[in-house]
């Protein structure tokens, strides 16, 4: 192999001949290249050849992967030509993304390593600065989106809203549950957000949507009755047992709180003891501790009200996993018990899960649920994490897509 071959794959760049290695002390190992044939004189956004206008900038360098610890770049002529459809613009660099100042190679191991630690991270690993860790996510997500279309052949969708910022910031999600990946995602929390999804779906895809998961919303309902009628809307139901939870939280503080005013010391440490019985309501009968289940057993002897409001709450959980044709005849069972249980706030939930009754039946017996835009909104939670938040959503954005969009690049040389 001769060394200009031997140099071609040592940077990781193809489409190039290597004119000139030079070593200058503060910048490290300089690698001057001349585009090929095949690449040259190439419009950067449509591909066309198009004619030489003139020498622009004249020589440009991109930061290219390192060797071993030393840096090194590429070194070319920057060279513009007129095309037809963009005008005059700087030629296509077959090695860097138009107007990036980072080989391709680069670019993809610095998002790569993005979705897997945090940006300061990245950027003292790659040196560079975390600001541009932002930037060479956004490039790679945008050539990426523009080379797929996430939108096309949705069948299947969940539609939820994850919070990115403190200060009730939210983006609003949209994922496939098919193929189980981020399709779309917007800034806000609010009809208009929800609306724009679909402006972008455009009315053929919307026609041909056949389920959409959500957590209950109404207006998220209202919106996808009208713009897609033909879909059956599913309302999640773990959200709905999350009703309950809620409910037989009411149950147990107007319980507490009655107790506590009392003036019989007897239902005074009863109310003590109910203070701490939270989790042991909350948890699963088979997730409990020792103490937990003693807990329970006290509520059950001496408290029948939130005794009976924990039971609510478990036959709600249990039709939620049964699912299917038995699971709609549970719930008609269990919505004449919350009827008659004289518990307001689960009286109050037979009535909202009533309004919710069509999309609940739909959820189970469909068997979907919003499982993978919750495990999605989790995986994001735990980028931001890592990421330390961010400032504005277009970075949040670019690598929720990147990492859940199946828009990561791989490792440049992978397998």
Same mark, same amino acid.
Request: hydrophobic share 45%; net charge positive.
């Given at each position: 192999?001769?060394?200009?071959?031997?140099?071609?794959?040592?940077?990781?760049?193809?489409?190039?001949?290597?004119?000139?290695?030079?070593?200058?002390?503060?910048?490290?190992?300089?690698?001057?290249?001349?585009?090929?044939?095949?690449?040259?004189?190439?419009?950067?956004?449509?591909?066309?050849?198009?004619?030489?206008?003139?020498?622009?900038?004249?020589?440009?360098?991109?930061?290219?992967?390192?060797?071993?610890?030393?840096?090194?770049?590429?070194?070319?002529?920057?060279?513009?030509?007129?095309?037809?459809?963009?005008?005059?613009?700087?030629?296509?660099?077959?090695?860097?993304?138009?107007?990036?100042?980072?080989?391709?190679?680069?670019?993809?191991?610095?998002?790569?390593?993005?979705?897997?630690?945090?940006?300061?991270?990245?950027?003292?690993?790659?040196?560079?600065?975390?600001?541009?860790?932002?930037?060479?996510?956004?490039?790679?997500?945008?050539?990426?989106?523009?080379?797929?279309?996430?939108?096309?052949?949705?069948?299947?969708?969940?539609?939820?809203?994850?919070?990115?910022?403190?200060?009730?910031?939210?983006?609003?999600?949209?994922?496939?549950?098919?193929?189980?990946?981020?399709?779309?995602?917007?800034?806000?929390?609010?009809?208009?957000?929800?609306?724009?999804?679909?402006?972008?779906?455009?009315?053929?895809?919307?026609?041909?949507?056949?389920?959409?998961?959500?957590?209950?919303?109404?207006?998220?309902?209202?919106?996808?009755?009208?713009?897609?009628?033909?879909?059956?809307?599913?309302?999640?139901?773990?959200?709905? $047992? +999350?009703?309950?939870? %809620? #409910?037989?939280?009411?149950?147990?503080?107007?319980?507490?709180?009655?107790?506590? @005013? &009392? /003036?019989?010391?007897?239902?005074?440490?009863?109310?003590?003891?109910?203070?701490?019985?939270?989790?042991?309501?909350?948890?699963?009968?088979?997730?409990?501790?020792?103490?937990?289940?003693?807990?329970?057993?006290?509520?059950?002897?001496?408290?029948?009200?939130?005794?009976?409001?924990?039971?609510?709450?478990?036959?709600?959980?249990?039709? $939620? +996993?049964?699912?299917? %044709? #038995?699971?709609?005849?549970?719930?008609?069972?269990?919505?004449?018990?919350?009827? @008659? &249980? /004289?518990?307001?706030?689960?009286?109050?939930?037979?009535?909202?899960?009533?309004?919710?009754?069509?999309?609940?039946?739909?959820?189970?017996?469909?068997?979907?649920?919003?499982?993978?835009?919750?495990?999605?909104?989790?995986?994001?939670?735990?980028?931001?994490?890592?990421?330390?938040?961010?400032?504005?959503?277009?970075?949040?954005?670019?690598?929720?897509?990147?990492?859940?969009?199946?828009?990561?690049?791989?490792?440049?040389?992978?397998?």
């Amino acid at each position: 192999m001769n060394n200009k071959r031997l140099w071609t794959r040592l940077l990781g760049v193809e489409g190039v001949v290597v004119e000139a290695v030079d070593w200058e002390p503060e910048e490290g190992l300089v690698v001057g290249v001349r585009v090929g044939w095949r690449h040259r004189h190439r419009c950067p956004h449509c591909g066309r050849r198009s004619p030489r206008e003139d020498n622009g900038a004249g020589r440009r360098r991109w930061r290219g992967l390192d060797l071993g610890v030393t840096r090194v770049w590429v070194e070319a002529d920057a060279v513009r030509v007129r095309c037809r459809e963009h005008g005059i613009v700087v030629a296509a660099h077959p090695w860097a993304r138009h107007g990036a100042r980072f080989t391709r190679a680069f670019e993809d191991q610095a998002a790569w390593l993005v979705t897997q630690m945090s940006r300061s991270a990245v950027a003292e690993l790659m040196r560079i600065a975390w600001r541009s860790a932002e930037r060479i996510v956004e490039r790679v997500v945008a050539e990426a989106r523009a080379r797929v279309d996430l939108l096309e052949g949705l069948r299947s969708i969940g539609i939820d809203e994850v919070s990115y910022k403190k200060g009730h910031r939210y983006l609003m999600i949209v994922v496939d549950h098919d193929r189980d990946r981020l399709v779309w995602a917007a800034e806000g929390r609010n009809a208009a957000t929800v609306s724009a999804f679909f402006d972008a779906l455009g009315p053929e895809r919307c026609a041909v949507l056949e389920f959409v998961s959500a957590d209950g919303a109404l207006w998220i309902e209202a919106i996808v009755a009208q713009r897609c009628p033909q879909a059956t809307l599913c309302t999640d139901p773990f959200h709905v $047992v +999350q009703w309950a939870t %809620a #409910a037989l939280d009411g149950v147990r503080r107007d319980t507490w709180n009655r107790l506590r @005013r &009392s /003036r019989d010391p007897g239902e005074r440490a009863a109310a003590r003891s109910l203070k701490n019985a939270r989790f042991a309501l909350w948890k699963k009968p088979e997730d409990l501790t020792e103490t937990q289940q003693g807990k329970l057993a006290s509520i059950q002897r001496f408290n029948r009200p939130l005794w009976r409001a924990y039971l609510l709450k478990e036959q709600l959980r249990l039709i $939620v +996993q049964t699912k299917g %044709a #038995a699971a709609v005849a549970m719930l008609d069972a269990w919505l004449a018990w919350a009827q @008659r &249980s /004289r518990l307001p706030s689960f009286v109050e939930l037979g009535r909202k899960i009533r309004r919710h009754r069509l999309g609940i039946e739909a959820a189970l017996i469909h068997r979907l649920s919003n499982a993978r835009i919750e495990s999605a909104n989790t995986r994001l939670r735990l980028l931001h994490r890592l990421a330390f938040g961010f400032h504005s959503a277009q970075p949040a954005i670019a690598l929720a897509f990147l990492k859940l969009g199946g828009l990561c690049p791989p490792l440049p040389h992978s397998p």
